[in-house]
């Protein structure tokens, strides 16, 4: 524990103290190069405007680079291999695209993904919107949101172990730990192994995202009827609307936009849905999605790189189109275009 705590410091040290020194270097070195100082004239104008040009590069081209380097370069990488076989090596044009649209596994996964995203970000952007409204009308409404969004601080694999326990299940005559399972039992009911039931284990699973993710949703929406000026809901109370008319017809057409926001974001995430699929089930029952499909062709059986990379692309370009229509909103929202 020592030793991990130690490494972390240095870690942070080491990172923290190397972008301050990188920033004074070049900094000084642009002031050694192009210097402003003991310079007159137009010199010292012309070297100013070339500080001027250059001095903002510095600062986002290790971003830049980064970005080159981790999300460029792997993109073009992987659209080459899905036209690869099942080393990298020789050219096998479309082959892993015709594989893809016959794969019954493959079209399994789409429905599955397509499953999650009619439910997931519904109830969370529902759930989150509820609450929102709940919790702001109440005095402890603060610990309330507290509890839950405490949820979103767990990562996936830790959510995902919590509600294994949840699900658990023991055999016939044992005593059930599991809480789902206790609660059946309790009331005469007769336990089940619910992740490996076809069908049904992909709400299951569905479960954790929404316990995860109606947090965040609750805070955006939260603070989105924050924003909403008292003036129009008090000029709807004096017309004689009723809470719900208030809700439906003043409050959710002022904060549309946001509920969109909120809507799409989850939905990216859901596209890439892989850690819990993982961890609860490994895609067995016919719970199987598109990520934990790309990571078995990729990574395990000795791995295909062809096919695993094209799965990669369809979940790339799936996300594509929803990312960019959630930039566009969130910019209206900001009041750019």
Aim: net charge positive; with cysteine.
């Amino acid at each position: 524990m020592a030793a991990q705590i130690f490494s972390a410091i240095l870690v942070i040290v080491v990172g923290v103290g190397g972008c301050v020194a990188y920033f004074w270097g070049a900094n000084r070195l642009l002031d050694l190069v192009f210097p402003a100082r003991g310079v007159s004239g137009m010199a010292a104008v012309d070297n100013l405007r070339r500080q001027g040009m250059i001095r903002p590069w510095l600062f986002v081209g290790p971003a830049l680079l980064i970005l080159v380097i981790y999300l460029i370069y792997p993109v073009v990488e992987t659209l080459r291999l899905s036209f690869m076989d099942r080393g990298g090596t020789a050219f096998v044009g479309f082959a892993n695209y015709q594989w893809a649209l016959g794969d019954r596994e493959f079209r399994n996964s789409i429905l599955n993904n397509v499953l999650w995203l009619a439910v997931v970000p519904a109830a969370c952007t529902f759930l989150g919107l509820v609450i929102a409204v709940l919790t702001d009308r109440i005095w402890w409404g603060t610990v309330a949101k507290s509890l839950i969004f405490l949820p979103l601080a767990i990562s996936f694999v830790g959510a995902s172990v919590i509600w294994k326990f949840i699900y658990e299940y023991k055999g016939a005559g044992q005593t059930q730990i599991g809480i789902l399972n206790a609660i059946v039992q309790y009331f005469g009911g007769t336990p089940q192994v619910w992740i490996s039931l076809p069908f049904w284990n992909n709400f299951f699973l569905m479960v954790i995202l929404v316990w995860i993710q109606t947090g965040f949703a609750m805070v955006i929406l939260s603070s989105a009827l924050r924003g909403i000026p008292e003036e129009t809901i008090e000029a709807a109370v004096i017309d004689g609307a009723n809470p719900f008319q208030i809700f439906w017809k003043i409050m959710i057409p002022q904060i549309w936009g946001t509920i969109a926001v909120v809507w799409t974001t989850i939905t990216i995430l859901v596209l890439k849905v892989f850690d819990i699929v993982l961890t609860m089930t490994n895609g067995q029952w016919n719970s199987q999605v598109l990520a934990n499909l790309m990571f078995d062709w990729m990574f395990r059986g000795g791995g295909d790189f062809g096919r695993g990379a094209t799965i990669a692309i369809v979940i790339m370009l799936a996300v594509i189109p929803i990312m960019v229509w959630n930039i566009r909103q969130a910019n209206r929202e900001a009041g750019g275009r």
